[in-house]
Structures are given as C-alpha cells and as structure tokens.
C-alpha cells in the first residue's frame, strides 16, 4: 500500500466538501449533498463491482469461473480508492448543472464518468485498462445517476 491509496480517497472528500459548500450557497434548492456524496462514495466501488461482474461473464463464457471471494473485495476496495476521485468530480458537475432524473443527465454522467475515468487512468498506465476503467466509469456513473438524481418537477 503505497500513500496514494491514502491520499487520493482524502483529496476526493476534501474536494466534495469544498464543492458542496461552494455550491450550497448559489443552489439551496437543490440536493447538492446528496448527489455529490453519492458519487464521491459509491462510485468508485461501483466501479469495482461491475468489474468484477465484468470478469464473471468472460469466465462464464470460456467455461469456468474461479474468482475467490478476497480478490473480489480487493476489486471493490481498489475501485472506491482508485475511483472516488473521478467520481466526484462528475458527482459535482451534475451538482453543478442541477440535473434531474432523465436519459439526457444519465448520458451527461456517463461521458462525464467516463471521461474523467480515461483521464485519471491515463496517469498511471497507458495499456487496455483505460478502456475497461473508463467504460467502467461511465457505466458507474450512469447507474448512479439513475438512482441518486433528483426527479425532475
């Protein structure tokens, strides 16, 4: 455990915190807390969880499957530490925008999700896990955005 592990989960709650009293201020009315928590804390481990279902159907497909229970948890610690920080920078840009509950704010988050997924991956690695990282993203980002985005008046 290296002290990005530690330190990126830090900076994307600093982040949230500062964006939601930024935004609290200029938009009362909308539930700014409660979208920018949820992406900041969920969406990373999202992430994690649907790479693992991921992995679960190519098993399934070649005709076995053998992920032991560890490294499944592993998947979905490492997506909530590698993840948060993209997902709350999307997580305060719907936010910001006050989206509500419509395919319009679900393809918002998606490209959000995914962009900043692509982005931040590009930092560390350049191989074919920025593509699985930030499909990934998007998917995360879009089922977050379903579950946790105002309906719309």
């Known amino acids: 455990m290296n002290e990005w592990s530690i330190m990126l989960p830090l ?13 609290a201020k200029r ?4 539930p ?4 920018i928590g949820a992406f900041t804390l969920l969406g990373g481990g ?4 649907l790479i693992i279902v ?5 098993d399934a497909l070649r005709g076995h499957f053998d992920m032991p229970l560890f490294i499944m948890i592993a998947f979905i610690v490492g997506g909530s530490a590698i993840g948060c920080l993209p997902a709350t920078l999307c997580g305060l840009i719907l936010a910001w925008r006050r989206c509500t ?4 704010s ?21 191989d074919d896990v ?11 980002a879009a089922i977050l955005a379903a579950m946790v985005l105002p309906k719309a008046e």
């Open 32 to 35: 700014n807390g409660q979208v």
């Open 46 to 49: 999202l992430g994690g969880l």
């Open 27 to 30: 938009q009362p009315e909308y």
């Open 101 to 104: 509950r419509s395919w319009k």
């Open 11 to 23: 900076l994307a709650i600093a982040l949230a915190i500062i964006g939601y009293r930024h935004l």
């Open 54 to 58: 991921f992995a679960m159907v190519v």
């Open 130 to 140: 920025v593509i699985l990282f930030g499909f990934m993203g998007a998917l995360a």
């Open 106 to 126: 679900g393809g918002l988050a998606a490209l959000m999700g995914g962009v900043a997924s692509v982005l931040f991956t590009l930092l560390w690695t350049s």
